[in-house]
């Protein structure tokens, strides 16, 4: 059974940082293709960066340059680093895993920006 636990939201001050995690069980890591994503209050849900084990990390324009993707094969985790957060960054951030052609989702972990 696929799972994917998400970590490490929380609230913080405009151009602060936080780290997401995501601990993925049940899927041949090195087989995924590995994202996150976000929800804003009344808006769509939207790819922040995405990244397989053969291609360069994909970003949205929003985040390039302040977000980070990566992940820790031998734990199977897959991290966010994000830096120099701004208000408009205030989501619901989803970690997505697609394996053997299926969508995976995390439950989602709350990112607040705000002074």
């Known amino acids: 059974q696929v799972q994917l636990v998400e970590s490490g939201g929380g609230v913080v001050q405009p151009g602060g940082s936080l780290r997401l995690s995501c601990a993925v069980t049940?899927?041949?890591?090195?087989?995924?293709?590995m994202g996150w994503h976000r929800q804003a209050p009344g808006k769509e849900r939207e790819l922040v960066a995405s990244?397989?084990?053969?291609?360069?990390?994909r970003y949205a324009d929003s985040v390039k340059g302040r977000f980070t993707i990566s992940t820790y094969t031998a734990k199977k985790i897959v991290y966010l680093q994000m830096d120099n957060l701004r208000p408009e960054d205030t989501a619901v951030y989803y970690c997505?895993?697609?394996?053997?052609?299926?969508?995976?989702w995390g439950q989602g972990t709350q990112v607040t920006v705000s002074s």
């Open positions: 997505n895993v697609i394996y053997l052609g299926r969508n995976y």
């Open positions: 049940g899927t041949n890591f090195a087989r995924n293709v």
């Open positions: 990244m397989t084990r053969d291609s360069s990390p």
